[in-house]
């Protein structure tokens, strides 16, 4: 066959092919132009720009968290402080396998079962980009293997931080109360009160006590750290700080040495105790019996512990000073003999009957006299002095509680104190109203007041219910011849930058207008409780210096007309209670209490020897020989001796990070 020709391209082909490629060219070479153009733009007019963006990559804020203030006592003796220690913190979010990572770390330091609840705990209650504690307090050594092996360890970090302590556990525990890990619904309120940046970086918050009430002067302010990190995220070096505000101290009007004296001859015995000095308001004793270590729930307590607090019959978690409420017997008289001359349902030197029985008049109901002899013929000072049921019993019924309420809310019974304890209970002062309001979900007779309620609240039983520091509160009231303060824990807030002191010793709130001649009268007639013939006479015996005071014995359960009152054929927590308020010098009175004793009996055998034993020691120095050997030494701490300061947290790991906080 014959070979095809092929024939050249036409010419119009060649200069359009041709064409083609100059604009491809063209298009290329203007591209490069741009590139070229956009180079030196970035390299010679946005260097700086990108630099510090590149710069701030490797960079980033850490807080510093800071130290939370010390808590001490009148003379100096620290009750509450921080120390530091290294604690182990996962990232989940920054981790390939948090199992695998876990397990790992579990070769290098010791994790308990217990350790192993809490991270699962804290996992759930954090983001997974927030870093949860995983082991608490590691030994130097711990930290060093953690550190040293940290390059494989991704999301894993070694933190010094700053741990609280209560260097005298139960004995301070129902003042100080206690911190703990911030939970979700206090998140949720430091976000409705604006204050998440005064948070940030924070694990723990104030919880109960102390701790509680003045956590925005006790936390401090935070700071922050510059850090350079390196492409994992791990610290290289420090750049800048910023350092944090650290939190006041409060300085306590609280005698630490008077509190364990307190505590001391309170023994095994459940009860409370409250001193006040009737001068100013400040609490010099406040114990509750029993107590708790409050250091169990700073890390978060175990379910074990904390089950076993809850379901202990004697309550040590409950308060009993602020808010247990008692009957409170026949301490209730003289504050009803203030009443009675105020309201002139008696004369100061009127003689009255006062015999076994009190006959309810229109019916055959009699109120028994703890005397079943009765007492003859008596004034209302000795009918205070003796302790008359009966003549107590005829006082309230002529007043009747339209004239009673009114003069006895005048002592703050009935209402609550404003101590700066979170918490407090009100007590009941009965009245029309109050029982009205009390049954309103009952039958119309059981709302209505009837002439008979008013008999026994005459001597501090029936309806009546008030707390040990109410008791105390009062008696302090009368101890200052009407001049009301708010009892208050803290004496004054010191600035830890500065040193300035401010006071928190509140001036009078007020000045009762009872006659002054009615507060000699009833002070008297207390001071007649402890000399022969009174009810506690045996308590004063031996006095270096004038006391005054009444006893109460508060019934727990109604005992049947006509029976007599046996406390070996009752269990013991429905024996009757022990009380006793007191002040002292009688003259010019700088302390005042009230002491109960739960199911102890009569008032005279069990709260006033304890209540002597006090007084004595915060009067005298005397040390109550049954106690003697058992007290702690306490030695007032400077302040460079706690380690309060974030650099005390702060010693640098090799490659890691570091922060303060104020505990873990």
Do not use: C
């Amino acid at each position: 066959m014959p070979r095809k020709r092929h024939l050249p391209p036409a010419r119009g082909d060649d200069s359009q092919l041709q064409l083609r490629l100059i604009v491809a060219y063209a298009f290329m070479v203007l591209m490069f132009l741009v590139l070229a153009g956009r180079f030196a733009w970035l390299q010679f007019f946005q260097y700086d720009h990108y630099s510090t963006l590149a710069q701030n990559n490797s960079i980033s804020l850490v807080p510093v968290e800071p130290s939370r203030g010390r808590i001490v006592d009148r003379n100096g003796v620290v009750l509450a402080r921080n120390y530091a220690a290294y604690t182990l913190e996962v990232t989940p979010s920054e981790t390939a396998d948090l199992d695998a990572t876990v397990a790992e770390l579990g070769q290098l330091v010791e994790l308990t079962p217990r350790d192993m609840k809490r991270f699962k705990k804290f996992l759930s209650e954090n983001r997974r980009f927030e870093p949860s504690a995983l082991k608490m307090k590691l030994t130097d050594e711990e930290a060093a293997r953690v550190a040293a092996n940290g390059w494989r360890l991704p999301g894993v970090e070694v933190k010094a931080r700053l741990f609280r302590d209560y260097p005298f556990g139960e004995l301070t525990s129902h003042v100080l109360g206690y911190i703990g890990r911030i939970g979700p619904r206090e998140k949720e309120q430091i976000q409705e009160d604006g204050l998440t940046a005064n948070y940030r970086g924070a694990t723990h918050i104030g919880k109960l006590g102390l701790e509680k009430t003045y956590e925005n002067m006790l936390r401090g302010r935070p700071g922050f750290e510059e850090m350079e990190t390196d492409a994992g995220g791990r610290a290289v070096r420090s750049l800048r700080q910023s350092a944090p505000t650290n939190g006041s101290d409060l300085h306590l009007a609280l005698d630490i040495k008077l509190q364990d004296v307190a505590d001391k001859l309170f023994g095994k015995r459940r009860g409370a105790l409250v001193a006040i000095d009737p001068q100013t308001g400040g609490v010099l004793a406040f114990v509750s019996k029993p107590g708790f270590d409050p250091s169990l729930f700073v890390d978060g307590i175990d379910t074990v512990t904390w089950k076993s607090l809850n379901e202990d019959w004697e309550k040590p978690l409950v308060n009993r000073a602020l808010r247990g409420l008692y009957p409170p017997g026949s301490t209730f008289k003289p504050f009803m003999g203030m009443a009675a001359l105020d309201a002139g349902a008696i004369g100061p030197n009127e003689v009255r009957p006062a015999p076994g029985y009190f006959t309810l008049p229109g019916s055959s109901h009699r109120f028994r006299d703890s005397k079943p002899s009765g007492n003859g013929m008596a004034n209302l000072s000795r009918a205070i002095a003796v302790s008359s049921d009966t003549v107590f019993y005829k006082l309230a019924w002529d007043m009747g509680i339209d004239r009673i309420h009114p003069r006895l809310a005048e002592f703050g019974l009935g209402s609550r104190t404003g101590i700066d304890l979170d918490g407090e209970s009100a007590g009941i002062l009965p009245s029309k109203e109050w029982k009205a309001k009390r049954f309103s979900k009952m039958k119309p007779e059981y709302q209505r007041w009837y002439p008979a309620d008013v008999v026994s609240i005459g001597i501090g039983q029936g309806f009546n219910a008030y707390t040990p520091l109410q008791m105390a509160n009062a008696t302090a009231i009368l101890a200052s011849d009407g001049k009301v303060f708010k009892p208050h824990l803290v004496q004054e807030v010191v600035d830890p930058k500065t040193g300035k002191q401010t006071p928190v010793e509140p001036a009078p709130q007020k000045q009762l207008a009872f006659k002054p001649e009615y507060f000699d009268y009833i002070k008297g007639s207390m001071e007649a409780v402890v000399k022969p013939g009174g009810t506690a006479w045996r308590l004063g015996q031996g006095l270096s210096y004038r006391l005054a005071g009444k006893t109460g014995t508060a019934q727990v359960v109604q005992i049947k007309q006509g029976a007599k009152y046996n406390a070996a054929a009752l269990a013991e927590q429905h024996r009757d209670h022990s009380w006793f308020i007191a002040f002292a010098p009688a003259e010019k009175p700088t302390i005042a209490l009230a002491v109960i004793v739960e199911n102890a009996g009569f008032g005279a055998a069990a709260a006033a020897p304890l209540a002597r034993g006090v007084i004595d020691y915060y009067l005298t120095g005397k040390v109550p020989p049954e106690v003697a050997g058992q007290l702690k030494t306490f030695k007032p701490v400077p302040p460079a001796a706690d380690a309060s300061a974030p650099a005390a947290a702060s010693a640098p790991l090799p490659q890691k990070k570091t922060d303060a906080s104020p505990s873990a």
